[in-house]
Nanobody, 116 residues
């Protein structure tokens, strides 16, 4: 089963930017979909953005035009570039990989705090 590890979270001011990384334990070409999810305090986990094995992307309406999901196939890493951050973007951000057997693997998450 693939393993994923997130990094890049931290404290950022409103309007700022941050890039999250999700490193996979094997080639991302062997993974159907990789995605970023987030869970704010007291709320359910929600989809942020996904990218599939051929590079097609999809975003939650709340982050369109602000966040970009991308990948580096040589590094087996997926990124989430976040811009124009708002306090409501504060959450633990999780990476998920869904392999070709439709098995999900979650990372432990990385905390993003948007505050002045």
């Amino acid at each position: 089963q693939v393993q994923v590890v997130e990094s890049g979270g931290g404290l950022v001011q409103p309007g700022g930017s941050l890039r999250l990384s999700c490193a996979a334990s094997r080639s991302i070409f062997s993974i159907n979909v990789m995605g970023w999810y987030r869970q704010a305090p007291g709320k359910q986990r929600e989809l942020v953005a996904i990218i599939n094995s051929i590079g097609v992307t999809n975003y939650a309406d709340s982050v369109k035009d602000r966040f970009i999901i991308s990948r580096d196939t040589f590094k087996n890493t997926v990124y989430l570039q976040m811009s124009s951050l708002k306090p409501k973007d504060t959450a633990v951000y999780y990476c998920k990989a869904t392999d070709r057997n439709n098995m999900d693997s979650w990372g432990k998450g990385t905390l993003v705090t948007v505050s002045s």
